[in-house]
T-cell receptor, first 111, second 116 residues
Framework: GNSVTQMEGPVTLSEEAFLTINCTYT??????LFWYVQYPGEGLQLLLK?????DKGSNKGFEATYRKETTSFHLEKGSVQVSDSAVYFC??????????FGAGTRLFVKA | EAGVAQSPRYKIIEKRQSVAFWCNPI?????LYWYQQILGQGPKLLIQ????????DSQLPKDRFSAERLKGVDSTLKIQPAKLEDSAVYLC??????????????FGEGSRLTVL
């Protein structure tokens, strides 16, 4: 069945470090891919998305590229800030508006 | 634009008691979802409504969980009787149904349930 696998956390980085959070998916067909973020005490919110192969989603300095050949959608940011500390969820939607989430990766950024 | 509203934010009950959670989606959003998020895990879909009809409830434990969306707007999720393993955050989300929509979900802040 369809699934999303993302790297386990927590990930701990110093401020201004480079961030990569890996995400791979299995799907029948061609899903839309998403990264959602959950800040402490808040609900999930969409960070970025990509709807077809080679699309790059970007927002708030974060980027992810839809790679059909490797079934991946890795999240990157060139210079993280303390305020980026949160839990990041990779997700896919294969139509019918059914979204499947990965387990989440917690990021801690130290000043 | 008002976001997805959920209540209560926190609830503590004893096992075998009952509890109900309420959700009001973003105005005009036809699709409403209830997710269960256990600590350390990603959200798991419990039930999906399109207007007031159920689209998917395959992962809803129907012996103890029930949900309704009678007028196609707000929704209630009930657990009766609760078990210890039901301790989780219950997330409500909504999305618009329109041509070209990629299925972005808008979440409420969640209702945290602790079963003792």
């Amino acid at each position: 069945g369809n699934s999303v696998t993302q790297m386990e956390g927590p990930v701990t980085l110093s401020e201004e470090a480079f961030l990569t959070i890996n995400c791979t998916y299995t799907a029948t067909g061609y899903p839309s891919l998403f990264w959602y973020v959950q800040y402490p005490g808040e609900g999930l919110q969409l960070l970025l998305k990509a709807t077809k192969a080679d699309d790059k989603g970007s927002n708030k300095g974060f980027e992810a590229t839809y790679r059909k050949e490797t079934t991946s959608f890795h999240l990157e940011k060139g210079s993280v800030q303390v305020s980026d500390s949160a839990v990041y969820f990779c997700a896919q939607n294969t139509g019918g508006f059914k979204t499947i989430f990965g387990a989440g990766t917690r990021l801690f950024v130290k000043a | 634009e008002a976001g997805v509203a959920q209540s209560p934010r926190y609830k503590i009950i004893e096992k075998r008691q009952s509890v109900a959670f309420w959700c009001n989606p973003i105005s005009g959003h036809a699709t409403l979802y209830w997710y269960q998020q256990i600590l350390g895990q990603g959200p798991k879909l419990l039930i999906q409504f399109q207007n007031n009809g159920v689209v998917d409830d395959s992962q809803l434990p129907k012996d103890r969980f029930s949900a309704e969306r009678l007028k196609g707007v707000d929704s209630t999720l009930k657990i009766q009787p609760a078990k210890l393993e039901d301790s989780a955050v219950y997330l409500c989300a909504s999305s618009a149904v329109q041509v070209g929509n990629t299925g972005e979900l808008f979440f409420g802040e969640g209702s945290r349930l602790t079963v003792l």
